[in-house]
């Protein structure tokens, strides 16, 4: 946590461009759940225009094709 606001709070103080991602909702930025964090988010929010990438999860549909041919790999093995 200490090290994620060192690197975020000094681009900030030299005006540095800063991308953030992450898998946050916009309202947990805004309510954060402590000081430390509010410390990181409140620079964030000031710094970054927040951006909503929205839509089908690639990852997901990955994982599920995977997942079936691991299930059919075994499925042949256990008929030999």
């Known amino acids: 946590m200490e090290q994620m606001f060192t690197v975020i ?3 900030y103080w030299s005006k ?8 946050l909702k916009l309202e947990e930025i805004e309510n954060p759940p402590d000081l430390a964090h509010a410390r990181i988010y409140d620079r964030i929010l000031e710094w970054c225009a927040p951006v909503l990438f929205s839509g089908k999860n690639f990852r ?3 994982a599920r ?3 079936a041919a691991a299930k059919e790999i ?3 093995d256990n008929k030999i």
Not at 16 to 23: A, G
């Open 9 to 11: 709070d000094s681009r």
């Open 16 to 23: 540095k461009p800063l991308i953030v991602t992450t898998n």
């Open 60 to 62: 997901e549909e990955g």
């Open 65 to 67: 094709v995977t997942k």
């Open 74 to 76: 075994v499925r042949k």
